[in-house]
């Protein structure tokens, strides 16, 4: 059974700091994805990782994907608030009985404060 | 809007109530999911569907629970007799075969 976890659960930032969230996952996942979700309001999809090796930035975020690890990273450079908000990281299982759905961590919530 | 679409957006019942959920996907969209996130908890997956048909259903669908499906376009989801550990958000999202899956403004259920 596939099983994600993130850290950390909380983060307090500065603005103007950097940090970076972890994702671990148990077992061989074809894509991961990280979404940013705000109070009372769905997922928004942020990125897709689907190889070992895989980068990508958007603005101040930066998702990185080691499958061999089995770990992605989510680095924010120089916060601002607008990103406080909750992110989350979903792997998607390998094989045919996988059908596709997601396993998703328990979710990092970054408060960024000046 | 040609994004996911879901109703009601809040839904408020007493226990022991029936309540029903809709989902329209995305056209075209084979492949429909539906997750329960409960407070200060990543979403879990709860069921499946490839067109009409239900393929996997989570242990946390209780016999309380069902989902439908009819003619591969929209869902719906119907719980009997609510719990107030039944208050969530209940999201749905649909994909095109094992592209990427989009997600729908949720409902949110709160059983009083």
């Known amino acids: 059974e596939l099983k994600v976890e993130q850290n950390p659960l909380f983060l307090s930032m500065q603005e103007g700091k950097n940090y970076t969230i972890y994702c671990n996952y148990s077992t061989t996942s074809d894509r991961l994805y990280w979404y940013r979700q705000d109070p009372g309001k769905s997922l928004e999809s942020l990125f897709v990782l689907l190889s070992n090796g895989a980068v990508k930035q958007e603005g101040r975020l930066m998702a990185s994907l080691d499958t061999k690890a089995r770990l992605s990273t989510l680095h924010i450079t120089a916060a601002v608030h607008d990103l406080s908000a909750t992110y989350f990281c979903a792997a998607r299982g390998a094989g045919g009985t996988s059908y596709g759905k997601l396993t998703f961590g328990q979710g990092t919530i970054l408060t960024v404060h000046p | 809007d040609t994004g996911v679409s879901q109703n009601p957006r809040h839904k408020i019942t007493k226990r022991g109530q029936n309540v029903t959920f809709r989902c329209d996907p995305i056209?075209?969209?084979?492949?429909l999911y539906w997750y329960r996130q409960t407070l200060g908890q990543g979403p879990e997956f709860l069921t499946y569907f490839q067109n009409e048909a239900q393929l996997e259903k989570s242990r946390l669908l209780s016999d309380r629970f069902s989902a439908e499906r009819p003619k591969g376009s929209f869902s719906t989801l119907e719980i009997q007799r609510t719990e107030q550990g039944d208050s969530a958000m209940y999201l749905c999202?649909?994909?095109?075969?094992?592209?990427?899956?989009?997600f729908g403004p949720g409902t949110r259920l709160t059983v009083l």
């Open positions: 999202a649909s994909s095109l075969s094992r592209n990427e899956q989009f």
């Open positions: 056209s075209e969209h084979n492949r």
